[in-house]
């Protein structure tokens, strides 16, 4: 099949490049950066179990140019989440019908929000477990190779994972999209926004015991609110995530070193994904642990540990605070938990923790993954 990816980055390039090594027909949507890279330089797999390099790839860095060519059989979609109103509107302009949709984005909403503008039948559900990332523009290395989670129930989903198969990228097939897409989030959860906000390691976040609480409790929150849905979790390509719920019924003593080896060895040299997004005024974190906090609202589930982490990662991103007010200043972040709002959160500053983290702002941010759906929530599908 000829397939279109859209957002030629760590995920796209390796997904695209795989696919176009087996053979595929594959045009690249990217940057002007990425695009003279690969013009120049072609197209560069490497890392984990991976290895390959696309002299030619077609690229374009204008979604204007990919009109004219001949129209794709599938999309697939791998920009990041706040991305997502320019892409639905780039992919509402094809003149003929729209192909099917691979929405590989991470996070809750992405697909709602497709899905009321380019109709339902169109998405198709993704999850990608692989930790990759961008070495430089047309270089994209996989620290750990896992593999990729693909929702059935579309007409084509049995295809994509055939030619996803034959192309190395260790595809499964999911009945259920939003177990694969809840599940996923899981993992996009542990020492994320934690990191982020303190400029640490996640291994260092989990050998700090009060940190690693408030970790664990956003952990938590999130799979109280998955219950609150009927959403179970579930296991994905290279990842135990339906461990992790009975990881966390232990003591948190027993849990932290654990998860804390599983968080180190799990991305490699991959800094979490959040830490980007400081000060650049857009940031995941609506789509992440703000989707947690969303969905607890609605289902009146108290989720403080997320509140506080999508609260502080919004005003770091918005520019609102110095990133230096929190920067290697767990005290900070930790006061700031402890005067969170619900006894769920259970944080004793004590004479170890000064209570001069910023003060609480409404974020500006925080509600992106709620805004992205107008309807009732149901109660056995998001």
């Not at 990919?66 to 791998?78: A, F």
């Amino acid at each position: 099949m000829r397939y279109l990816v859209y957002g030629a980055g760590a995920v796209g390039g390796l997904v695209g490049g795989c696919l176009a090594l087996t053979g595929n027909p594959v045009a690249f949507l990217g940057r002007q950066d990425t695009r003279r890279a690969l013009t120049a330089h072609g197209l560069r797999l490497t890392g984990d179990r991976t290895s390959g390099l696309l002299p030619e790839p077609h690229s374009v860095d204008r979604f204007d140019a990919l009109l004219d060519l001949p129209s794709p059989d599938i999309i697939l979609l791998t920009i990041k989440a706040y991305d997502l109103p320019t892409a639905a509107e780039d992919l509402a302009r094809f003149t003929s019908p729209l192909p099917p949709v691979v929405c590989m984005l991470n996070g809750i909403g992405a697909e709602a929000y497709l899905g009321e503008r380019l109709g339902h039948q169109n998405i198709i559900p993704a999850s990608v477990t692989t930790a990759v990332q961008v070495d430089e523009p047309g270089t994209i290395r996989v620290e750990r190779r896992r593999g990729l989670g693909l929702g059935t129930g579309h007409p084509l989903s049995r295809s994509i994972f055939v030619e996803m198969r034959a192309a190395g990228l260790q595809p499964r097939l999911y009945s259920s999209p939003d177990r694969m897409k809840w599940s996923k989030l899981l993992t996009n959860l542990v020492a994320n926004a934690t990191s982020a906000i303190l400029g640490w390691s996640p291994a260092a976040v989990y050998r700090n015991a009060a940190l690693a609480r408030l970790e664990l409790d956003s952990l938590r929150e999130a799979f109280r609110v998955m219950r609150g849905l009927g959403v179970a979790p579930l296991n994905l390509p290279g990842v135990p995530v339906a461990l992790f719920e009975l990881l966390l019924a232990l003591p948190d003593a027993l849990i932290r070193p654990a998860l804390g080896r599983f968080v180190a060895s799990g991305r490699g040299a991959k800094p979490p994904s959040l830490q980007f997004d400081i000060g650049r005024r857009r940031s995941e974190i609506g789509w992440l642990n703000g989707a947690v906090v969303a969905w607890g609202a609605r289902l009146s589930i108290p989720t403080p540990a997320n509140n506080v982490l999508t609260e502080v990662m919004s005003e770091l991103v918005m520019g609102e605070v110095d990133p230096s007010a929190y920067r290697a200043r767990p005290e900070a972040l930790l006061a700031r938990a402890a005067g969170a709002p619900s006894p769920g959160v259970r944080y004793n500053p004590a004479s170890t923790v000064r209570r001069d983290g910023p003060p609480a702002r409404s974020s500006q941010i925080s509600t992106t993954a709620l805004e992205t759906r107008e309807e009732k929530p149901r109660s056995r599908r998001m």
